[in-house]
């Protein structure tokens, strides 16, 4: 038997990859002659670049501004295939919320320079394409910070250059893209981006996400209407209008790129099965093993495990699922093929007890699924 063992991570305990080893203990348990494949996958966001690495890429490291000035070390990766060198490149890595404690002046303040000195490390190595992975960004300022690090100025109405962060946007007056990276021009730029909320508005980036990153009624305010003077600057100087959907993912951080750039908004589940060659590995199983942290109804909205079990079904494939907890409905779940799924509460008996030793929980979950399928 040919098992592919294919989760997204187990958020706060276990990476795709730690989740992927504990399952394919467990599915050794009951087919100890079984060959496992492991593919770890994510969803665009947080995990891309670790499911890239696990997939044969090469890590690379750069110093970089993170999102309130001090300095990170943030990795990256490049994969090389068939004479195409591709980047991946998470913001979260240098621009994210793990990098900041949530605050109103985190909120205002934060930005995404430290990206741009990612995308300037890629373009140095010589990448052909570059996969930008979005998911848990401190920054709420349109990607501003990112395009100024590669080149592009913005100024205030006095002629003065604009300081980095969100809140400034709002005074912003004129934006020059003279200097502006020309590599960037010839480079394929593929944005995961799942989420359908636009630059600004009522549902856009600062009234929907910066809360939670500590903005206040006051400063989401401030943010939605540089973010809305963002625009404007970026129609004006390009002709393009970047209030579109999905632009608003990870603080309007594609809305820099789709204005001055040949980027294009791609589905983040579709972008790391290819990077990962997760349909090949379909191809050759029998069984098709996958999960995440919290199987619920967001899970239907482009998450990675429902992407496997859809993969998976289409070939006419078992489908088992292992998550933390399990809250979608079991019909539901057979829709896209599962035919059985064990939660780690069902086993631990209570959450903390779960992320106490999640791959212990997880190696057992799978061994019950699988036992009982």
């Given at each position: 038997?040919?098992?592919?063992?294919?989760?997204?991570?187990?958020?706060?305990?276990?990476?795709?990859?730690?989740?992927?080893?504990?399952?394919?203990?467990?599915?050794?348990?009951?087919?100890?002659?079984?060959?496992?494949?492991?593919?770890?996958?994510?969803?665009?966001?947080?995990?891309?670049?670790?499911?890239?690495?696990?997939?044969?890429?090469?890590?690379?490291?750069?110093?970089?501004?993170?999102?309130?000035?001090?300095?990170?070390?943030?990795?990256?990766?490049?994969?090389?295939?068939?004479?195409?060198?591709?980047?991946?490149?998470?913001?979260?890595?240098?621009?994210?919320?793990?990098?900041?404690?949530?605050?109103?002046?985190?909120?205002?303040?934060?930005?995404?320079?430290?990206?741009?000195?990612?995308?300037?490390?890629?373009?140095?190595?010589?990448?052909?394409?570059?996969?930008?992975?979005?998911?848990?960004?401190?920054?709420?300022?349109?990607?501003?910070?990112?395009?100024?690090?590669?080149?592009?100025?913005?100024?205030?109405?006095?002629?003065?250059?604009?300081?980095?962060?969100?809140?400034?946007?709002?005074?912003?007056?004129?934006?020059?893209?003279?200097?502006?990276?020309?590599?960037?021009?010839?480079?394929?730029?593929?944005?995961?981006?799942?989420?359908?909320?636009?630059?600004?508005?009522?549902?856009?980036?600062?009234?929907?996400?910066?809360?939670?990153?500590?903005?206040?009624?006051?400063?989401?305010?401030?943010?939605?209407?540089?973010?809305?003077?963002?625009?404007?600057?970026?129609?004006?100087?390009?002709?393009?209008?970047?209030?579109?959907?999905?632009?608003g993912a990870a603080g309007g951080f594609p809305s820099a790129f789709l204005g001055f750039t040949e980027a294009r908004l791609e589905s983040g589940f579709e972008l790391v099965a290819e990077l990962t060659g997760l349909d090949a590995a379909l191809d050759e199983a029998d069984l098709?093993?996958?999960?995440?942290?919290?199987?619920?109804?967001?899970?239907?909205?482009?998450?990675?495990?429902?992407?496997?079990?859809?993969?998976?079904?289409?070939?006419?494939?078992?489908?088992?699922?292992?998550?933390?907890?399990?809250?979608?409905?079991?019909?539901?779940?057979?829709?896209?093929?599962?035919?059985?799924?064990?939660?780690?509460?069902?086993?631990?008996?209570?959450?903390?007890?779960?992320?106490?030793?999640?791959?212990?929980?997880?190696?057992?979950?799978?061994?019950?699924?699988?036992?009982?399928?």
């Amino acid at each position: 038997m040919k098992v592919l063992v294919a989760p997204d991570k187990f958020k706060g305990t276990l990476s795709a990859a730690e989740a992927a080893a504990a399952m394919a203990e467990g599915v050794l348990r009951v087919y100890p002659d079984a060959e496992v494949r492991t593919v770890p996958v994510a969803d665009g966001g947080e995990g891309t670049l670790e499911a890239a690495l696990a997939a044969g890429a090469q890590e690379h490291t750069a110093r970089v501004r993170g999102p309130l000035e001090k300095d990170v070390t943030a990795s990256w990766a490049m994969l090389e295939r068939g004479g195409t060198r591709t980047a991946v490149i998470e913001t979260a890595r240098a621009s994210g919320m793990l990098l900041a404690e949530p605050s109103v002046q985190t909120a205002l303040a934060a930005h995404c320079y430290g990206s741009g000195q990612l995308i300037a490390a890629a373009l140095d190595a010589g990448a052909t394409e570059i996969v930008l992975g979005l998911g848990g960004s401190a920054m709420t300022d349109g990607g501003a910070g990112a395009l100024r690090a590669l080149g592009l100025e913005i100024y205030d109405g006095a002629g003065a250059r604009l300081p980095l962060g969100g809140a400034e946007l709002g005074v912003a007056r004129r934006v020059d893209s003279t200097r502006l990276d020309p590599r960037l021009q010839r480079t394929v730029l593929r944005i995961a981006a799942d989420v359908q909320n636009p630059l600004y508005g009522p549902e856009g980036a600062a009234r929907i996400f910066a809360a939670q990153k500590g903005a206040d009624l006051t400063s989401l305010e401030v943010l939605d209407a540089g973010l809305r003077r963002w625009a404007a600057l970026i129609e004006e100087a390009t002709g393009r209008d970047v209030n579109v959907p999905g632009a608003g993912a990870a603080g309007g951080f594609p809305s820099a790129f789709l204005g001055f750039t040949e980027a294009r908004l791609e589905s983040g589940f579709e972008l790391v099965a290819e990077l990962t060659g997760l349909d090949a590995a379909l191809d050759e199983a029998d069984l098709v093993i996958t999960g995440e942290g919290a199987l619920d109804e967001q899970s239907e909205y482009g998450k990675a495990p429902l992407g496997v079990a859809d993969r998976a079904h289409a070939r006419g494939l078992p489908v088992v699922v292992v998550a933390g907890k399990i809250t979608l409905d079991p019909r539901r779940l057979a829709a896209h093929g599962v035919e059985a799924a064990v939660s780690l509460l069902d086993l631990a008996g209570s959450p903390d007890e779960a992320f106490a030793q999640a791959a212990k929980y997880v190696t057992w979950a799978t061994q019950q699924a699988l036992e009982g399928a």
